[in-house]
Protein backbone atom coordinates (compact mmCIF):
# COMPACT_ATOMS: atom_id res chain seq x y z
CA UNK A 1 0.00 0.00 0.00
CA UNK A 2 0.98 3.54 -0.08
CA UNK A 3 3.18 5.12 2.40
CA UNK A 4 4.26 8.61 2.72
CA UNK A 5 6.99 9.74 5.06
CA UNK A 6 7.35 13.71 6.45
CA UNK A 7 10.12 15.54 7.25
CA UNK A 8 11.56 17.34 9.35
CA UNK A 9 9.01 16.78 11.97
CA UNK A 10 10.22 20.11 13.99
CA UNK A 11 11.40 23.51 11.89
CA UNK A 12 12.09 26.23 14.18
CA UNK A 13 13.03 29.51 11.87
CA UNK A 14 13.36 33.46 12.45
CA UNK A 15 10.36 35.23 11.34
CA UNK A 16 11.09 36.49 7.54
CA UNK A 17 12.92 33.14 6.46
CA UNK A 18 11.84 30.89 4.78
CA UNK A 19 10.70 27.24 5.85
CA UNK A 20 10.82 23.91 3.71
CA UNK A 21 9.12 21.16 4.31
CA UNK A 22 9.18 17.42 1.78
CA UNK A 23 7.14 14.21 2.24
CA UNK A 24 8.15 11.53 0.03
CA UNK A 25 5.61 8.41 -1.37
CA UNK A 26 5.66 4.76 -2.08
CA UNK A 27 3.34 4.86 -5.34
CA UNK A 28 4.08 6.19 -8.43
CA UNK A 29 0.29 6.00 -9.61
CA UNK A 30 -0.60 8.93 -6.87
CA UNK A 31 -1.78 11.86 -8.35
CA UNK A 32 -3.02 14.64 -6.30
CA UNK A 33 -0.47 16.13 -3.01
CA UNK A 34 -2.33 18.54 -1.15
CA UNK A 35 -1.20 20.29 2.56
CA UNK A 36 -2.90 21.21 6.02
CA UNK A 37 -2.36 23.23 8.69
CA UNK A 38 -3.31 22.54 11.79
CA UNK A 39 -2.78 25.16 14.05
CA UNK A 40 -2.97 24.46 17.85
CA UNK A 41 -6.37 23.50 18.81
CA UNK A 42 -7.97 23.48 15.76
CA UNK A 43 -9.11 21.19 12.82
CA UNK A 44 -6.67 20.63 9.89
CA UNK A 45 -7.26 23.29 6.79
CA UNK A 46 -6.40 22.53 3.03
CA UNK A 47 -3.31 25.47 2.55
CA UNK A 48 -2.46 24.20 -1.16
CA UNK A 49 -3.28 20.83 -3.28
CA UNK A 50 -1.33 20.26 -6.49
CA UNK A 51 -2.08 17.15 -9.03
CA UNK A 52 0.31 15.41 -11.09
CA UNK A 53 -0.05 17.13 -14.54
CA UNK A 54 1.78 20.61 -12.96
CA UNK A 55 5.51 20.63 -11.25
CA UNK A 56 4.73 23.88 -9.30
CA UNK A 57 1.45 25.76 -7.82
CA UNK A 58 1.90 29.12 -6.09
CA UNK A 59 -0.24 30.90 -3.88
CA UNK A 60 1.20 34.15 -1.87
CA UNK A 61 3.67 33.14 0.20
CA UNK A 62 3.52 29.39 0.13
CA UNK A 63 4.49 26.78 -3.06
CA UNK A 64 4.01 22.99 -3.33
CA UNK A 65 6.37 21.44 -5.96
CA UNK A 66 6.23 18.23 -7.38
CA UNK A 67 8.82 15.54 -8.04
CA UNK A 68 7.25 12.61 -9.95
CA UNK A 69 10.38 10.72 -10.88
CA UNK A 70 11.82 11.38 -7.32
CA UNK A 71 8.24 10.69 -6.18
CA UNK A 72 8.52 14.06 -3.73
CA UNK A 73 6.71 16.55 -3.08
CA UNK A 74 7.85 20.29 -1.05
CA UNK A 75 6.27 22.55 0.60
CA UNK A 76 7.61 26.15 0.42
CA UNK A 77 6.48 29.41 3.03
CA UNK A 78 8.94 32.06 2.12
CA UNK A 79 8.84 35.44 4.38
CA UNK A 80 7.52 33.47 7.62
CA UNK A 81 5.63 34.95 10.05
CA UNK A 82 4.56 34.36 13.42
CA UNK A 83 1.22 33.37 12.26
CA UNK A 84 2.67 30.56 10.33
CA UNK A 85 3.62 28.21 13.42
CA UNK A 86 1.74 25.47 12.91
CA UNK A 87 1.75 21.74 12.49
CA UNK A 88 1.93 21.04 8.43
CA UNK A 89 0.46 17.75 7.23
CA UNK A 90 1.00 16.20 3.57
CA UNK A 91 -1.24 13.79 2.22
CA UNK A 92 -1.49 11.32 -0.76
CA UNK A 93 -4.68 9.04 -2.01
CA UNK A 94 -4.50 5.18 -2.18
CA UNK A 95 -7.24 2.61 -2.33
CA UNK A 96 -7.43 3.55 -6.35
CA UNK A 97 -10.72 5.32 -7.57
CA UNK A 98 -11.80 5.73 -3.84
CA UNK A 99 -9.11 8.31 -3.61
CA UNK A 100 -8.99 8.57 0.40
CA UNK A 101 -6.12 10.29 1.53
CA UNK A 102 -3.13 8.91 3.72
CA UNK A 103 -1.05 11.86 5.99
CA UNK A 104 2.37 12.25 6.86
CA UNK A 105 3.01 12.03 10.25
CA UNK A 106 3.28 16.09 10.60
CA UNK A 107 6.37 18.94 10.91
CA UNK A 108 5.83 21.23 13.75
CA UNK A 109 6.76 24.71 12.16
CA UNK A 110 7.50 27.63 15.28
CA UNK A 111 8.92 30.81 13.84
CA UNK A 112 10.40 32.77 16.05
CA UNK A 113 9.84 36.74 16.02
CA UNK B 1 -18.47 25.60 10.32
CA UNK B 2 -17.96 24.78 6.86
CA UNK B 3 -20.84 22.88 6.51
CA UNK B 4 -19.25 20.12 8.92
CA UNK B 5 -20.38 19.72 12.43
CA UNK B 6 -18.81 17.10 14.93
CA UNK B 7 -20.87 16.45 18.12
CA UNK B 8 -20.07 16.27 21.20
CA UNK B 9 -16.92 17.94 21.37
CA UNK B 10 -15.29 16.98 24.23
CA UNK B 11 -16.42 13.40 26.08
CA UNK B 12 -15.30 11.71 29.24
CA UNK B 13 -16.22 8.09 29.20
CA UNK B 14 -15.63 5.00 31.27
CA UNK B 15 -13.25 2.06 29.96
CA UNK B 16 -15.42 -0.60 28.95
CA UNK B 17 -18.97 1.59 28.03
CA UNK B 18 -20.00 2.30 24.35
CA UNK B 19 -19.84 5.47 22.67
CA UNK B 20 -21.23 7.57 19.86
CA UNK B 21 -19.66 10.45 18.17
CA UNK B 22 -21.84 12.28 15.10
CA UNK B 23 -20.48 13.83 11.90
CA UNK B 24 -23.25 16.25 10.61
CA UNK B 25 -23.17 17.73 6.96
CA UNK B 26 -25.18 20.22 5.33
CA UNK B 27 -24.07 20.18 1.87
CA UNK B 28 -24.43 15.99 0.08
CA UNK B 29 -21.35 15.03 -0.18
CA UNK B 30 -21.03 11.50 -0.99
CA UNK B 31 -17.61 10.75 1.16
CA UNK B 32 -17.13 10.88 4.20
CA UNK B 33 -13.63 10.28 6.88
CA UNK B 34 -13.38 9.21 10.20
CA UNK B 35 -10.51 9.47 11.55
CA UNK B 36 -7.87 10.11 14.98
CA UNK B 37 -5.13 12.28 15.69
CA UNK B 38 -2.68 10.88 18.16
CA UNK B 39 0.64 12.72 19.08
CA UNK B 40 3.41 11.27 16.99
CA UNK B 41 1.24 9.42 14.47
CA UNK B 42 -0.49 12.23 13.00
CA UNK B 43 -3.90 11.28 11.30
CA UNK B 44 -5.16 7.71 10.67
CA UNK B 45 -8.39 6.55 8.72
CA UNK B 46 -10.22 4.24 11.34
CA UNK B 47 -13.53 4.16 8.78
CA UNK B 48 -14.93 5.70 5.54
CA UNK B 49 -18.27 6.01 3.76
CA UNK B 50 -19.05 6.48 0.07
CA UNK B 51 -22.56 6.85 0.28
CA UNK B 52 -25.80 5.57 2.54
CA UNK B 53 -25.14 2.23 4.11
CA UNK B 54 -21.70 2.10 2.32
CA UNK B 55 -18.84 2.11 4.94
CA UNK B 56 -15.43 0.63 4.62
CA UNK B 57 -12.37 0.11 7.35
CA UNK B 58 -9.14 1.84 7.35
CA UNK B 59 -5.96 0.92 8.75
CA UNK B 60 -6.97 1.37 12.51
CA UNK B 61 -10.67 0.12 12.64
CA UNK B 62 -10.20 -2.53 15.47
CA UNK B 63 -12.48 -1.56 18.01
CA UNK B 64 -14.76 0.97 16.13
CA UNK B 65 -18.45 0.60 13.92
CA UNK B 66 -19.69 3.24 11.57
CA UNK B 67 -23.32 3.52 10.49
CA UNK B 68 -24.57 5.96 7.83
CA UNK B 69 -28.13 6.23 7.45
CA UNK B 70 -28.40 9.49 5.98
CA UNK B 71 -26.44 11.23 3.81
CA UNK B 72 -25.85 13.67 6.26
CA UNK B 73 -24.65 11.84 9.31
CA UNK B 74 -22.16 9.36 9.58
CA UNK B 75 -21.69 7.94 12.99
CA UNK B 76 -18.80 6.00 14.83
CA UNK B 77 -19.28 3.99 17.87
CA UNK B 78 -16.55 2.40 20.36
CA UNK B 79 -18.36 -0.63 21.02
CA UNK B 80 -16.40 -0.73 24.50
CA UNK B 81 -13.98 1.75 25.02
CA UNK B 82 -10.67 1.63 26.20
CA UNK B 83 -7.43 3.63 27.03
CA UNK B 84 -6.03 3.42 23.96
CA UNK B 85 -9.33 5.50 22.45
CA UNK B 86 -8.39 8.36 24.38
CA UNK B 87 -7.45 10.94 20.99
CA UNK B 88 -9.19 13.49 18.98
CA UNK B 89 -11.45 12.36 16.69
CA UNK B 90 -11.88 13.58 13.46
CA UNK B 91 -14.44 13.89 10.54
CA UNK B 92 -13.85 14.84 7.01
CA UNK B 93 -15.75 15.45 4.23
CA UNK B 94 -14.50 15.06 0.85
CA UNK B 95 -15.91 17.94 -1.87
CA UNK B 96 -15.81 15.77 -4.83
CA UNK B 97 -16.59 12.13 -6.43
CA UNK B 98 -14.61 11.28 -9.49
CA UNK B 99 -11.05 11.76 -8.87
CA UNK B 100 -9.19 12.76 -5.36
CA UNK B 101 -10.29 16.44 -3.35
CA UNK B 102 -8.87 18.02 -0.24
CA UNK B 103 -10.98 17.41 2.87
CA UNK B 104 -13.16 19.23 5.02
CA UNK B 105 -12.34 19.01 8.55
CA UNK B 106 -14.73 19.21 11.38
CA UNK B 107 -13.94 20.88 14.37
CA UNK B 108 -12.92 17.34 16.66
CA UNK B 109 -14.36 15.33 19.24
CA UNK B 110 -11.77 15.05 22.12
CA UNK B 111 -12.24 11.94 23.91
CA UNK B 112 -10.70 10.92 27.13
CA UNK B 113 -11.46 7.31 28.27
CA UNK B 114 -10.96 6.39 32.35
Known amino acids: GENVEQHPSTLSVQEGDSAVIKCTYS??????FPWYKQELGKRPQLIID?????GEKKDQRIAVTLNKTAKHFSLHITETQPEDSAVYFC????????????FGKGTKLSVKP | DAGITQSPRHKVTETGTPVTLRCHQT?????MYWYRQDPGHGLRLIHY???????DKGEVSDGYSVSRSKTEDFLLTLESATSSQTSVYFC?????????????FGSGTRLTVV
Open chain 2, 27 to 31: ENHRY
Open chain 2, 49 to 55: SYGVKDT
Open chain 2, 92 to 104: AIRRGDRRPYGYT
Open chain 1, 27 to 32: DSASNY
Open chain 1, 50 to 54: IRSNV
Open chain 1, 91 to 102: AVPYGGSQGNLI
